[in-house]
């Protein structure tokens, strides 16, 4: 059953969810809680301690929307939270993002949208929720984060199987935010990391969306890898849907830079394991190997708004993707010169 907490100071909004949900209510699919505030909010947390996601407005008395993201920020940092709140009220949305809201739905509420907000938040926190139990299991676990993870995730002793180092077939992306250099020289550097960040919340929805993981952030860049049925499909279909929805973003405001990509994708078998120094605690679960190099390589040869790819991948995909011919290149580490084409859409 999913918990969510409904923060609102409106009585009325209490009614309606109620009857609006009331269907997944008697199957015991859901379980609302409701408070009139912040204050209130972080009570029924602590009451409540099974609470999957927060419906929260914004503006409401003795502590607004803003403030209770702030707390659950620190108090429960995987919990996830959608802003409610008016058309007019854009710039406090844009903060409740920055601060770490997961999605937001405008009033007058439209419970069609609520309904599917609500099955899409729900959806990643079942997705983090079984993430977080298999890591569970890894000892290697400890070397990744702090001590504070660990109690969230629970006292339960940490297993001490480790993750397996293996052979696999996959695909890699490499996403690359066009120019964002030149921001990182102009703006201070909490504005830098709040955009990234942002550019970052926009490519990694995309990449989960379809299924893919997030290897590692590298400067301005993602690598993600995509394992499964259809891997190079899904990871063609992440990455359009990574530049559409990169392009829709608006500049930025203090100096009118626009947020493009540059994307380098490759198919192939790659050594899946654990990288890095054991002594420093310091280690990485990823993939290593000439098809991540080539990917890499791939993108490098990308122009802003282009996702390129080599001719074995295209022979794979053509009949489903519309592509064209960009030409011969030579790759870093190859000997013969490689055809590489664009996936238009």
């Known amino acids: ?20 949900f009331r269907q997944k209510i008697r199957e015991q699919h859901y379980e609302f809680f409701f408070a009139e505030n912040g204050v209130a909010a972080l009570q029924k947390l602590q009451e409540n301690p099974g609470i999957d996601m927060v419906l929260s407005d914004i503006n409401m008395p003795e502590m607004d929307g803003l403030t209770l993201l702030s707390r659950l920020k620190e108090l429960r940092p995987m919990i996830k939270s959608v802003i409610i709140s008016a058309y007019s009220d854009m710039e406090n949305i844009r903060t409740a993002m920055n601060r770490g809201a997961f999605d937001f739905i405008t009033k007058p509420i439209n419970f069609e949208d ?12 079942n997705q983090t929720r079984e993430t977080l139990k298999a890591l569970k299991e890894n000892d290697i676990l400890k070397m990744y984060v ?76 993602v ?25 829709n973003l608006p500049a930025q405001e203090s100096n009118t830079f626009v ?11 790659m050594i899946s394991g654990n990288i890095g120094s054991a002594s420093l605690r310091r280690l ?32 794979k995909v053509k009949d ?26």
């Open 320 to 345: 489903s993707f519309n592509c064209q011919k960009l030409g011969e290149i030579s790759l870093k580490n190859k000997s013969q010169v490689s055809n590489i084409y664009e996936v238009l859409n």
């Open 284 to 315: 990485d679960f990823t993939v290593i190997g000439d098809a991540v190099n080539t990917a890499q390589r791939l993108q490098d040869a990308a122009g802003p708004g282009q996702i390129v790819i080599n001719e074995s991948s295209y022979a």
């Open 146 to 221: 702090d001590e504070s993870v660990l109690n969230f995730m629970g006292d339960r002793e940490v297993g001490s199987s480790l993750i397996a180092n293996e052979t696999i077939e996959a695909t890699v992306v490499f996403v690359d935010i066009c120019g964002f250099t030149r921001i990182s020289e102009k703006e201070t550097p909490d504005n830098v990391v709040s955009l990234l960040n942002r550019y970052f919340d926009v490519i990694v929805k995309e990449i989960i969306a379809q299924t893919g993981i997030v290897d590692k952030f590298i400067g301005d860049a």
């Open 1 to 20: 059953m999913a918990r969510i907490l409904v923060v609102d100071d409106e009585a009325d909004l209490e009614i309606l969810v109620k009857q609006k």
């Open 114 to 125: 609520l309904t599917l907000t609500v099955e899409k938040t729900l959806l990643q926190v």
């Open 223 to 247: 690598m993600a890898v995509f394992r499964g049925e259809f891997h190079l499909d899904r990871a063609i279909e992440a990455s359009l849907a990574v530049r559409k929805q990169i392009n």
């Open 259 to 269: 947020p493009n990509v540059s994307i380098g994708i490759n198919s192939g078998d």
